[in-house]
């Protein structure tokens, strides 16, 4: 790489924290830090939920399934254009109806409103977990692409993967801590026109040129790799249980809703982001993976992409497609962190403060405190993790486990009660940590079917719930959409 592409990629660096220090300014209460104030238009708001969602994680992630299964791995993202409609026709009516004179700024804010303190405390908890670990994965997938191509040589004898790691650490939660949730969903329309621009209209075309175009590639993989039918009913359907169901509980989606002005302003979003999960970035991203496997077939599968941005690109060109799957990274990272935060600050420590100092506590400061300490955690624990998309899937299987049955129930079933939910999260949770761990296996017959342990977290939440909540009814059953006119449950 020369001296320009450090260059550009220096000053895409100093740009988003500009926007940080900028933000950090305009911030005056917990509402504009969580929320943006709840005036975001919804061009910006669907080009964070898709940034959010695709990331770096899933971006490196899709590199390395186009370049073990072809076109096939598209269907990883396929996940998300189910998720993001089923999310915008089921779950956005009925939130929008209720969030703003609730004054909902977490997830747990609504089972809070739904079931009770404990339901709240316990999902809190399990969200905030979940995206720290979730944003560890979205650190090391910025640092492996650093590793291959603009760090490659670091100082002090460290590990490039690790050296990588502390400099992406270092900028994202800077910029995240200063400016809240308006700086991160403004750099995520950035950062994902930039991705996207960088590579439908650059990578695309020059990888194919440079393997000697689509005839070429044909020549060099397997015929599997051009079908979108190679792949296993097990893994198709294991995709689907885990990532789909993330959509209707993921803490970065809330705050998102809350952000918009209105119902229509937030479908029109999450529209828009479930078509550029798929086909758009889908295609794109296996695509390039399946050319990186030609030009370096003996390489990690995940680590062959970023090598090819790095040695085919011409100079300047190589430090803007950089700077687009860094985008892409930062603007999921940063989504991550400001979630756990929320939950943490939101949910868990805020209201313990509030307590104890009758009130007389800055939310803000706090606020940005407990970002900055998630920040710190998520880079320790990036530096235990090995694979991005191992990392990304165990932490989607954790929360879903826990939190999708209570959340569904919460919305369609009136009869579900706190204790029931309460139940259920623990219990799906549980399992599924249990069985990812090794601690547990299941029986021989299912074992066979090749399932993963989100489908029996899911499978024993559903019927803890609907056990413990006809045995511990609720004494009274509340609706979602007359209720908007009432009582404001959440803590102020």
């Known amino acids: 790489m020369s001296w320009i592409d450090y260059l550009i990629f220096a000053a895409y660096m100093a740009g988003v924290l500009a926007i940080g220090i900028y933000h950090f300014r305009r911030n005056t209460d917990e509402e504009h830090y969580f929320v943006g104030n709840r005036d975001m238009a919804p061009w910006h708001v669907g080009l964070s939920v898709v940034a959010t969602d695709v990331g770096g994680g899933f971006s490196i992630g899709l590199g390395g399934a186009g370049f073990l299964m072809g076109l096939s791995g598209s269907w990883l993202l396929f996940t998300g254009l189910v998720g993001s409609w089923l999310s915008a026709v089921l779950i956005i009516p009925k939130i929008k109806a209720i969030d703003r004179h609730k004054g909902f700024m977490t997830y747990p804010d609504f089972l809070r409103h739904r079931y009770d303190g404990r339901v709240a405390f316990a999902a809190a908890a399990i969200s905030g977990l979940g995206y720290l670990g979730f944003t560890g994965a979205q650190m090391l997938a910025g640092a492996k692409l ?104 993921g803490m970065t989606l809330y705050q998102r809703m809350y952000a918009c002005r209105d119902e229509k302003d937030a479908k029109k979003a999450w529209y828009v982001a ?20 030609v030009v370096f077939p003996g390489a990690e599968p995940e680590m062959a992409l970023p090598m090819l941005i790095r040695d085919i690109l011409p100079v300047g060109v190589t430090g803007i497609v950089i700077a687009a799957y860094f985008s892409a990274i930062m603007s999921t990272a940063d989504s991550c962190m400001m979630a756990s935060s929320g939950n943490f600050t939101g949910d868990l420590i805020g209201p313990l403060m509030r307590e104890k100092t009758g009130g007389n506590v800055s939310m803000i400061r706090l606020s940005m405190l407990v970002t900055l300490v998630v920040g710190l955690m998520a880079f320790l624990l990036a530096a235990r993790f090995t694979t991005v998309l191992d990392a990304i899937l165990q932490t989607y299987a954790f929360m879903v486990s826990g939190l999708f049955v209570p959340t569904l129930g919460a919305f369609f079933w009136p009869k579900g ?39 029996y977290g899911i499978a024993l939440s559903a019927l803890l719930y609907f056990i413990f909540s006809f045995v511990f009814p609720e004494r009274k059953q509340p609706n979602l959409e007359r209720s908007a006119h009432h009582d404001n449950s959440r803590p102020h």
């Not at 990812?436 to 342990?453: C, M, T, W």
């Open 146 to 249: 650093a590793a291959a191509t603009i760090l490659q040589n670091n100082p002090f004898g460290m590990e490039p993967v690790l050296f990588a790691l502390l400099v992406i650490a270092c900028v994202t939660v800077a910029y995240t801590v200063a400016g809240g949730l308006k700086a991160v969903i403004y750099t995520d329309t950035l950062q994902w026109i930039i991705l996207l621009t960088g590579l439908l209209f650059v990578t695309v075309p020059i990888a194919v040129g440079a393997i000697g175009g689509i005839e070429a590639l044909q020549n060099a993989l397997p015929p599997g790799h051009f079908s979108l039918t190679a792949i296993e009913p097990a893994t198709f359907f294991n995709w689907m249980i885990t990532i789909v169901p993330i959509w209707f509980i």
């Open 274 to 293: 479930g078509l550029l999960e798929y086909p758009v970035m889908a295609f794109s991203g296996v695509f390039l993976g399946m050319c990186a496997r």
């Open 417 to 455: 009660s706190s204790t029931g939910a309460l139940v259920s999260m623990t219990g799906g949770g549980s399992l599924t940590l249990l069985l990812l761990g090794g601690i547990v296996s299941p029986p021989e017959g299912l074992a066979s079917l090749q399932l993963d342990a989100t489908a």
